[in-house]
């Protein structure tokens, strides 16, 4: 089935026509899409930073006079790339001002939650992008150029015996996943999930009454009815279809031991001692007998408006380990005592009580249009081809167009009946299949069977059986679905069968659902949203910044938060420190990178002070003073002088406190020093010179 999977873009009916745009991959493009996208929104995680950070730095941005907090987390907000180093960035800050007032430290609290915000955002974003393809499961679409229906009823002898080794094939398979698949207390080790559906679901009643009339049965209230409800043509089935195309039906089962005394004549086979067995079935159509049918029904099963099948179950030599009281083996008849060789023990055996037990099985079918009311629209609840019949109406059909040897029907909702109708009837449907085809194969009681002894079986042994029968059978529904699509896959068969005649039927050969885990399929919408949300948070972070610049261009507007902004870059600030130095002659100073002559020495780290290291000259761009310089600078250290002098008479005279006036003081005399040690440096360096 892999190899026939839709790679492509497909609506799966299931979830909506929006939320249900699919897009299958095989699993490796699969893998690579989910890693690129989990890329991508990290990538867009760190733009949508970037846009929180420059709204957040304009809003903080004034030109009064702030501490070291206020530029700290200004400068933290311009150079931060993602969340997570802005947020141990501020987290930094936050504790080594840990001792400053609490008020001055809520102001790092918005961007300290922000960034947490945003990450366990996008975490949850990441992890969602994976999702985006486990949250469509593993359901594909499976396309094949061999999809048609093949009319078992219009096949001659030879295509005939074909089509039933065919059809015993997939009865065994049917047979065994029913085993694994549908037997929830001891699943086995097949794989359940191919089809839409692992399971089609079954009502059980192990008390059920007598389906036939009279007192033909054994028991009057321990029967089995089974009951499918109503089964989905695109939740159960597969059949991908939108929601006013669809049909439902439902599969009713009752079965039940039945007496023989007065019902029953002996015979023995020529040349043997075994009874002569057989299974028979009996089937209506409108209230008659089909001419299909194996024997006529006695009065207590006539006007059940049902298929009847009657199974015989034979011991055919088959003795049991000891009594057995369900009403169908009725093995309680003491035979033989036989002798185990390995422990040299007798025991006696059992055999049956009949050489032919019977038990009656009545099926009924129904189909539903579920674009009607649940009261009015399902037919009746009969016989397979009168349940066909009945529900017609219900899709703008007749009986009469349902006649012809292969109907067809150019509506949608027409084409739903005809076809599903066509795969029913073309295909194992009735518990009459599994017992003609598999035999003393579809018992249960077979895996208890060990040298011609039965060993202890339960009591009520034949429900199990007729359970596993009923569970072959709805298994073989399931797969005939598929199997209509894939084709036969034998040329002989080819020929004799029926193409989609219209564009409804190929459209149901296109719409046929697996479950496939080798190929990956991702919701387009997830998609989208992923891609083009980013695409626009991508597009606003880098249109956003050059857009205020325009504005600061050409409208001065907001000036000093964009100059902020830009000054604040860390190559910037390296300008800064440097031009407070009296190095470099720059240019691009409100640009990304602002740039200086190439053969420009800047500052370097004085790590003189470990705990405190500075920048200083570097020590290349000590010279030989001209007399011209000498000059200058003399002039440059009077009228230093003569500004010392200004500030201490202003000092005196600026109604300032004590503690400021000396915080001025110093950083003036620490100017003068700073001028001095420069100088002196530059003549010490010339001095050397002139000795050299």
Known sequence: MDDHVYLGTWTNWARGPVLGRTLTTTKENGNLLIAFTAFFVAFVASRFWRIFCLIFHRCYSTSKPQDAIHHQRQITLRNSATAESGLWSFVCILYAWRRAPMRKLLRILPPILFAVSSLVAFTVAGGYSASISSAMGNEVIIRSPHCGILAEIALPAGPQMLLSGYTAENLNNAANYAQQCYNTNSPGTLDCDKFESERLPTQVDYNATCPFKGQICRNATSNIHLDTGYVDSNKHLGLNTPEGQRFSWRYVLQCAPLKTEGYASHLIQQGTNKSLVRVSSSSSVQGKLSPGSEFTPIAEMKGLNGDITIAFLSGNGVVFSQPVDDEWYRGTVPDKVVTNVASNMAQRVYRPQEAASPMGCIERWQWCNPAYPPESGCGPLTSKLDAILGAAPLFNMTAEDLAPERPSSLTAIGTQLVWSSLIFLGNPRMIEYPLLHLGSKSLISQSQLYSGIQTALSKNQWQLDVLHWWNTVLASVQASYID????????????????????????????????????????????????????????????????????????????????????????????LANESLGLGKWSDCTESVPMTEHDTHLACLDITDLNHPIFVHPVDTAQTLTPEQANRESNEEQAEDHSDRTITNNSAQSPISDTQAEWDSGRALQATQDNVSLHSTSRGSSMIAEGG
């Open 484 to 575: 209509t699509v894939l084709g036969y896959n034998n040329p002989e068969l080819d020929s004799y069968t029926s193409p989609p005649l219209n564009e409804e039927e190929q459209t149901m050969c296109e719409s046929q659902k697996i479950r496939s885990s080798a190929y990956t399929s991702f919701s387009l919408l997830g998609l989208y949203f992923t891609y083009v949300t980013g695409a626009v948070i991508v597009t606003i972070s880098y249109v956003l910044e050059p857009s205020l610049a325009w504005l600061h261009r050409r409208r001065k507007y907001r000036q000093y938060e964009h100059l902020e902004w830009v000054s604040n870059t860390s190559l910037q600030l390296y300008r």
